[in-house]
């Protein structure tokens, strides 16, 4: 299996200021067939479930904030959230689709300062 | 709207089946992958499975294979998690989510079903 793994666990920035959480996988995910790398990106608010942020490393879903970007390719992978609001504090977590089981990384929660 | 309605909350003792659901909405059932992933208290997320409902293709993460089954009804638009037997460490919230037409993203997530196995 995948194994993915984020840092840093946890992150506490201040609002206004710019947010980054890592992703790192134990094997590419690049896949040479579709030329993009099999890697997404959820929000957890507490009591909520997760919401899809992310997809393909950098495609931002419908209705996501422009605030919201991810980058990378291969193994490593970031998530940047720019311009912290209060409504940000979540837990967020990477996950591959590159081939099953479709692993999750351990999470990151992004807390203010 | 695409939705997926999951079934309430459930507590059960050890030892007791148990079967929920998730009802997809707002486009065609059949044709995009179901996945079912645990949330365990204060923990992450961990993939279960997925199923198509199509045809009722199913794929277990190593984990799970053998502690749970999935299965579809396409007639009312339904997917289900089946336990045969409960245990204690059981107990956690279940999510279904809609897998991505084109890759295995999940969207739309179900808004989930809460597990309590004791005695």
């Known amino acids: 299996d995948i194994v993915m793994t984020q840092s840093p666990d946890s992150l506490a920035v201040s609002l206004g200021e710019r947010a980054t959480i890592n992703c790192k996988s134990s094997?590419?995910?690049?896949?040479?067939?579709?030329?993009?790398?099999?890697l997404a990106w959820y929000q957890q608010k507490p009591g909520q479930p997760p919401k899809l942020l992310i997809y393909?490393?950098?495609t931002r879903e419908s209705g996501v904030s422009d605030r919201f970007s991810g980058s990378g390719t291969g193994t490593d992978f970031t998530l940047s959230i720019s311009s912290l609001q209060a409504e940000d504090v979540a837990v967020y977590y990477c996950q591959h689709y590159y081939s099953k089981p479709y692993t999750f990384g351990q999470g990151t929660r992004l807390e203010i300062k | 709207e695409v939705q997926l309605v999951q079934s309430g909350a459930e507590v059960k003792e050890p030892g007791e089946s148990l079967k929920i659901s998730c009802r997809g909405s707002?486009?065609?059932?059949?044709?995009?992958?179901i996945a079912w992933v645990r949330q365990m208290p204060g923990k992450g997320l961990e993939w279960m499975g997925i199923i198509y409902p199509g045809n009722s293709d199913s794929t277990y993460s190593p984990s799970f294979q053998g502690q749970v089954s999935i299965s579809v009804d396409k007639s009312i638009s339904t997917a289900y998690l089946h336990w045969s037997s409960l245990r204690a460490s059981d107990s956690a919230m279940y999510y279904c989510?809609?897998?991505?037409?084109?890759?295995?993203?999940?969207?739309?997530w179900g808004q989930g079903t809460l597990v309590t196995v004791s005695s």
């Open positions: 989510a809609k897998l991505g037409g084109d890759g295995g993203y999940f969207g739309p």
């Open positions: 707002g486009y065609t059932f059949t044709t995009y992958w």
């Open positions: 393909w490393a950098s």
């Open positions: 094997q590419s995910l690049f896949y040479n067939y579709n030329k993009k790398d099999h």
